[in-house]
C-alpha cells in the first residue's frame, strides 16, 4: 500500500537506512582523541531536511531520497548567520553530488544518502561534522564532510588552526609514515597518494589538542579497513625547525606577535635594528594588537592608559614607544590615554618560517613573507625576511624583537 504521510515516509525510512549500512570503525587509531566540549545547547537546535527525486516523488517512487540531520544556528548567537550560510552551502554540494555522480550508478533499490551530524567545541573554534552514510550501489560507504569555523562563524582549515601554510604537507607525511609503519598502507602508496586523500579543508575535526583526518576507504589502505579516522596530536604539526625551542601553544602566541610585527614594517617595507621601529611601524603595531585583542571598545573606540600602551610596547621591544604616525593607524593621545579606532583597515602578512637556529642567546629565525591567509590558494609570496628574538621575562610571549630585515 502507498504510504502518503510524510512523517511515515521520513521515518520508514530512516528505519531502513540505519537498518541496511552498518559503518567500518574498525581502522585504529594513533592516539586517543580528549573529550570535547559540547556547544551549548541554546546556540542552535538540530533540524531534518529531505529530498527526493524527482521532486514530487515519496519514498516508495523516488529515483533517489537524501535524509540530512543538520544544525540550525540561532541568529542571537554573533556567528550564527556565517555557520547557517555554510551548512546551506553544504547541503546543495551534496545534492549536486547526488545528481551528478550517485544517481547515475544507483543500483540500490531506492539509493539513498542519509547524514548525520555532530558538533564540537574546540577552544575558539567549532566543527560541525557530517557523517555521510551513502547507499547507492552494492557496497555502501561511509564519508565524512567537517566545517570548521572560528569564533566569528568564519570558514577556516586546519592551516589555520596551527598557523601554517604546509598543513597539506605535514598531515599527508604523518598519515603515510602511520600506513606504512603499521602496515596497513596499499600497495604501492606514496606521498602524492596521501596529499590527493587527505583534504585538511574539509576532511579535518580538531579539538583543543588533537585533530582527526578521515580518509575514504580504498583511498590508502585496503578495504578491509574500511573508512580511516586517524588521530594525531596537533603539536605534531609543529614546524620542525621550532621543536627544541616552542611548545604547540608557545608558538602560537609568538606567531600573533610575529605577524603583527611583518605587517607592521610591510607597508613601507621598514626594518627593525636593535628594538628600533619606525613611528609608522610601531604605531600599526600597536594599533593591531588592541583592535585584535579582546579590549573593550565603546562606539568603536578602545581607550588605553598611557603607561600601559608604552609598558606593552617596551616589554615586547626593548625601546619607548617612538610616537604616533595617524597613517598607520587612527590613534589620539587625549588625557592620558590612547584612543584607537578600531575601524582602522587590517592587512594580513606571515612569517613562512623555513629556518631557526639559536645562537649567543637569540633565536634566528628566517623565512617568506607571504600576504594572505593560511592554506589557501589566494596566498601570495612577497620577500625573504629574518628575524632575531632574545628571551624575555617581561614579554607577553616571552621574547623581545630584536632585528628584523627585508631581504627582496
Known sequence: MKRTSVFICILLAAIMLFSACGENNDSPEPTELPPATAAPEEEYRITHYIRYWPEDADYDSCDYCCIIELPEFSKTYSAGSNMNKAVQSYIEELQRRVEDTYMSRSVAEPPYTEVSCEIIHAGSFTNIIFNESHCYEAQPYTHTYVLLFDERGNEVNLGDVIKSYHADTMVSELIYNYLTENGMARNGLNLTDCMAAADVNNGVSITESAFTVYVDEGALAPYEYGQLKLC??????????????????????????????????????????????????????????YINSDYEKEKGIISVP???????????????????????????????????????????????????????GMLILTGDVIYGSFGYANTEYVCHASLVMRPSEASPFGYEFVDYALSF
Open 232 to 289: 594525531f596530536s596537533l603539536s605534531e604539526l609543529l614546524p620542525q625547525e621550532l621543536r627544541g625551542s616552542f611548545t604547540l601553544d608557545e608558538y602560537l602566541m609568538s606567531e600573533a606577535y610575529i605577524s603583527m610585527l611583518v605587517t607592521a614594517n610591510m607597508v613601507r617595507e621598514s626594518n627593525v635594528t636593535d628594538g628600533i621601529m619606525t613611528e609608522y611601524a610601531a604605531t600599526s603595531f600597536m594599533g593591531s594588537y
Open 306 to 360: 598611557k603607561a600601559e600602551f608604552e609598558e606593552l610596547y617596551r616589554s615586547i621591544f626593548n625601546k619607548d614607544f617612538p610616537g604616533i604616525d595617524t597613517g598607520a593607524c587612527n590613534i589620539e593621545l587625549k588625557n592620558d590615554c590612547y584612543l584607537i579606532d578600531e575601524s582602522t583597515k587590517q592587512y594580513e602578512f606571515h612569517l613562512d618560517i623555513t629556518d631557526a637556529v639559536s645562537e649567543n
